[in-house]
């Protein structure tokens, strides 16, 4: 048995800026960084885009937080939002000073460019890499904090709770299979989101809402989970991202027959050179209803992998694209055979961002007594109903800080967890996972099967369009598919990287997380952001300005309400 | 620190297979060069002999020159050649790749800034070769 | 599909049960626009599920899923099976490392290395974020911009006879990131990573066989930086012994 001050799941951008921010609140605490997979391979690699903060003399913290509430469709938490804006400047600086290598303007300082919804250039980038670079800046530089103490390609598989607190969390150590227990008096979720639920996304491999679902499992409500983001322009098949940089730096959207179909959903009208917010810089959840009913009207592509349209770059020329953009450009050729120099890229909507995930406030705090949760997983909320583009690295390094910070106090606080209790915890789940995992025999659902099923029945029933009979469906088909999980059968009996097993457990993980995502979706008789109901095609402030909590029952997901906080900025009508 | 490692006594360390450096090209010249250096090892323990030889006097430095005369002798100062050759041009490649030259944003391409340079070395050989030649007649 | 076949020979470990690796022989349906990645989620999803590799992102930025196809270090989410095809693909874990199973190897050594050469700024005196950014042109930039690019995949490290046969060799990766952070205008910590560097472990033991920058996927040319790295150690040796003290 390990034992720490605090444990922090998930190595991130938001886990490792939360690790180096205990680290520095208190040198004598220890800290422990537990990652199924090496920190750097974490999802915040794949970022392009930027990071959005307020850094120059023509923005400003009003027009920021605006853009934000806006984007967010009035559900976003207007005091949230208003502290992330003030801290956001601060952390990109601060990641800076750790070597992030920023693209700079002639004289020196970090270039910004535009992005979706937000109404003037604030987003820092380094080049087409954004996340990569941070999440390489911030890994390396944590390498020098001798108190972190690292357990990679370790899967977490429970917290363990007990006196009302949280004090621990078991791991499955990849190498060997062994199940351990390690102690904590704080423990901090980092564990990103879950895209992986749905069949075509951007999301890596382990995006599987781990962390929301140890949560949930642990009693702390899930927020505002039917609030998925669809990216109007991922790869058709691969589901690979093409930046919305690519549109922030002039490319345009057609149709079938070569039109900028956008002008015909009051997002007009189109110029030649990219306005903020209009037409390819609207914001994400309209932009990919948009196909939609380009799809509907029959203007779209048909391909393999379904419908499309093109999002075409050659205008930008050769220099422009390999200068802002080059990114996009090796993605297209190697992935796709098409060099965006010469032809319009096939693009389509895919499932990029949740904005809900774990319940905190905005010290990052859970109703757990210890449990912390910051970047995707979380939900403070600042994202609302629709995040913007370029948020969610700041998200991860505002809310990484405060929940470091936030830890170490009350970490620095607490006596240690007495082991007793904890011992007879871990022999529970060491149980659980040998009877369910690790030593099950028999059993005939291959895992594939089952995820495969539950993609399809997420994209039929919560994907971008919804509607009540849909909806009951995939509630209906998730709960008989968490009756057939019980019945999975292993090829894989080896103790030593068996990731069949880790892959069982992820697919646990999703399905609870499926159902919290399905049932507070039923719920919300409205359309706001990316929640687009045909039967219910108006936003609702009357009775739905205030976030959906689910919680984990035996008879599956139950849903409440909180109010949504409210202070300068009315809700109004969302129009671009 | 890191915590948990892989077992090493369950670890397999595969072994490199002798021939692994005729698997590639680069790998051959690879071993080449490390060859080579016994050549020139030789070669210059030869040519310190020689000045050696030539401070004893004219007639033991023509016997040891004599010598140095059969074919043996000329093969193997062939095969030295050759090797010096190959690692002049190594060098001037890895010049090239330690100096990037440019011009104005673009850099010059690495295997042209080599090639000047093998030129110039070239230009260079024949003009004492030509120096040499011209002293002897 | 069409119900054309690609068969892959993929090696495979358990230790426990194998004394030394074997090949195992896959038929995979052949998919155009597949990479190696799709095949071998395939094996895994519906034909073996005891295959183990590591892969995450897909999208050849997280450098996960190094693996050696056909003896050559490749990312495999971004090698078309079409590049094969008909032909067989021998798939193998990345050579020059120990093997933990089938195609996963241990790295662990590498991450060692990586802090060793301290690659994080280091600094004299410390900017105050309320005083903004360091100011860093775009030239200053491109200095070692290049050096910034590396996933740290260990293809490179899978390329490099030296590292074969003198485990010992700080590597290709490592080198270039503790170049990259000595070629960074806002760091000031070159003194105490060039020991590292120049060690006996270090630099010296490159003989410029320049296939790490060959495999490379991103373009980082850790030769480069390494050949660099010499002649910078060099010229500041040189410096220290012919310059008179405090001119330095
Ligand atoms: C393709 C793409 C492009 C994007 N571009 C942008 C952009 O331009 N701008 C922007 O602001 N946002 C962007 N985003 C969103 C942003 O990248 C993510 O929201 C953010 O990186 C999430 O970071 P994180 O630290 O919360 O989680 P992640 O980086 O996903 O890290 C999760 C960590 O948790 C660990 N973990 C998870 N489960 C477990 C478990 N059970 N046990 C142990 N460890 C576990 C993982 O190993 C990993 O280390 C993009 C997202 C995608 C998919
Ligand atoms: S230098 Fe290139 S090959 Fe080596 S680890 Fe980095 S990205 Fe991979
Ligand atoms: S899976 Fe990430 S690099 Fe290939």
Known sequence: MDTYDIIIVGGGGAGLRAAIAAAESSPKLSIALVSKVYPMRSHTVSAEGGTAAVLRDNDSFDTHAKDTIFGADFLADQDAVEMFINEAPGELIQLEHWGCPWSRDPDGRMSVRAFGGMSVNRTAFAADKTGFHMLHALFQTSLKYESVNRYDECFVTTLLVNDGRVQGITIINIYNGQVEVITGKAVILCTGGGGRVFPFTTNAAIKTGDGMALAYRAGVALKDMEFVQYHPTGLPGTGILITEASRGEGGWLTNKDGYRYLQDYGLGPPTDEPVHRKMELGPRDILSRCHMQELEKGRTFEGPYGHYVHLDLRHLGENKINEKIPFVRELARKYIGIDPVYEPIPVRPVVHYMMGGISTDATTKTTLAGLYAAGETACVSINGANRLGSNSLTECLVFGARAGRSAAEYASAQSSPSSKPLEALARDEQQRLDQQFLRKEGGKERIATIRQEMHKTMEEGVGIYRNEEAMQKTCNTLSQLRERFKDISFDDRSSIFNTEVIAALELDFMLDVAGAIAHSAANRKESRGSHTRTDFPKRDDENFLKHSLAHRTVDGPRIEYSPVTITRWQPEERKY | MISPRPDKSMLYYPKMPATWWLRKRSYFLFMLRELSSVFIAIFLVVLLVQIYQLSEGPKSYTAFAQRLGSPGWIIFHAIALLFAIYHSITWFFSTAVVLPLRLGKREIPRNLVAALNIGAWIVVSLVILYLFLSLKG | ?248
Not at chain 3, 185 to 214: M, N, P, Y
């Open chain 3, 1 to 248: 599909m069409n119900g054309a076949t690609a068969t892959l020979n993929i090696t495979r470990y358990l230790p426990g049960q194998d004394q030394i690796p074997r090949s195992q022989s896959y038929s995979v349906p052949y998919q155009r626009d597949w990479v190696i990645l799709d095949a071998l989620n395939y094996i895994k999803d519906h034909i073996d599920g005891t295959l183990s590799y590591r892969w995450s992102c897909r999208m050849g930025v997280c450098g996960s899923c190094g693996m050696m196809v056909n003896g050559v270090p490749k990312l495999t989410c971004a090698v078309f099976l079409r590049d094969f095809y008909p032909q067989e693909i021998r798939i193998e874990p990345l050579v020059n490392f120990p093997i933990i199973r089938d195609l996963v190897i241990d790295m662990s050594d590498f991450l060692d290395k990586l802090k060793s050469v301290k690659p994080w700024i280091i600094r004299k005196t410390e900017k105050q974020i309320s005083e903004g950014e360091y100011l860093q042109t775009p030239e200053e930039l491109s200095a070692y911009q290049q050096f910034t690019q590396c996933i740290n995949c260990m293809l490179c490290y899978a390329a490099c006879p030296v590292y074969g046969m003198e485990p010992e060799f700080l590597g290709p990766a490592a080198i270039a990131l503790g170049y990259r952070y000595n070629q960074d205008s806002r760091d000031q910590g070159k003194e105490s990573r060039q020991a590292v560097l120049g060690s006996h472990e270090g630099i010296w033991q490159c003989t410029f066989v320049g296939e790490c920058t060959e495999v490379c996927p991103k373009e980082v040319d850790p030769a480069a930086a390494i050949q660099r790295s010499k002649v910078e150690i060099t010229k500041d040796w040189f410096k220290s012994v012919l310059l008179p003290w405090g001119q330095r």
